[in-house]
């Protein structure tokens, strides 16, 4: 099966279970916000989601009440590249209908940190072993390989999915990022 195939059958099963959503998103957060993952970081590049996937608002807070920095994307126009920027008063939307960080927010800089970062990565599916499938605009592994490429510290890259995204393999090919942890209603699997 080809990418846009696969693409095309996870949206299928997506659209037939939209009720399960709100329930599993909030499972899903409560999880991580239990997980020594979520407890030994500082700082969190989550993001906005669309209907077809994992609401992390109730996570989101917590980080910021927990006294976290919260950054969320902002796509850089006409590229496949995006940006991470501080959660504070979303007053954009972009090209896809998201809402994006007022363009003032402070930027997430990518050099050494010796905190533990979070990167929660939305995906159209993913495979057991770490292996995730977008929406074909590149933007995640874009983003990922740049993080990697300036060896930006200790970052551990979150898959965020319903269980039904996950699969035991995609077609997925040598530029496609991988994902250190997958986390869905049913737990966290360690993927490497």
Same mark, same amino acid.
């Given at each position: 099966?080809?990418? *846009? ?6 949206? $299928?099963?997506? &659209? ?11 499972? =899903?957060? &409560?999880?991580? =916000? !239990?997980?020594? %993952?979520?407890? $030994? ?16 608002? =109730? ?11 919260? @950054? ?17 008063? %979303?007053?954009?939307? $972009?090209?896809?209908? =998201?809402?994006?960080?007022? /363009?003032?927010? *402070? ?17 159209? !599916?993913?495979? /057991?072993?770490? #292996? ?15 993080? /990697?490429?300036?060896?930006? *510290?200790?970052?551990?890259?979150? #898959?965020? !999915? ?7 393999? %995609?077609? %997925?090919?040598?530029?496609?990022? /991988?994902?250190? @942890?997958?986390?869905?209603?049913? *737990? ?5």
């Amino acid at each position: 099966m080809t990418k *846009g195939e696969f693409r095309k059958q996870v949206k $299928n099963l997506l &659209n037939s279970s939209k009720e399960l959503f709100p329930q599993a998103s909030e499972k =899903i957060c &409560n999880q991580l =916000i !239990a997980s020594d %993952l979520y407890k $030994n970081s500082s700082t969190i590049l989550s993001y906005m989601a669309l209907d077809d996937e994992v609401n992390l608002s =109730i996570l989101m807070e917590q980080a910021l009440k927990d006294g976290k920095k919260v @950054y969320i994307p902002r796509i850089i126009p006409d590229s496949s590249q995006m940006d991470f920027y501080e959660k504070t008063a %979303l007053s954009d939307v $972009n090209i896809y209908g =998201i809402q994006e960080p007022e /363009k003032n927010a *402070g930027k997430f800089e990518i050099k050494k940190y010796d905190d533990e970062i979070l990167i929660l990565t939305p995906g159209r !599916a993913f495979s /057991k072993n770490g #292996g995730r499938l977008g929406r074909g605009k590149g933007y995640y592994d874009t983003y990922l390989a740049r993080l /990697k490429e300036k060896n930006a *510290g200790n970052l551990k890259v979150i #898959g965020i !999915a319903f269980d039904l995204q996950v699969f035991n393999e %995609l077609p %997925l090919e040598k530029h496609d990022e /991988k994902m250190d @942890y997958l986390v869905t209603e049913k *737990g966290i699997t360690w993927c490497i």
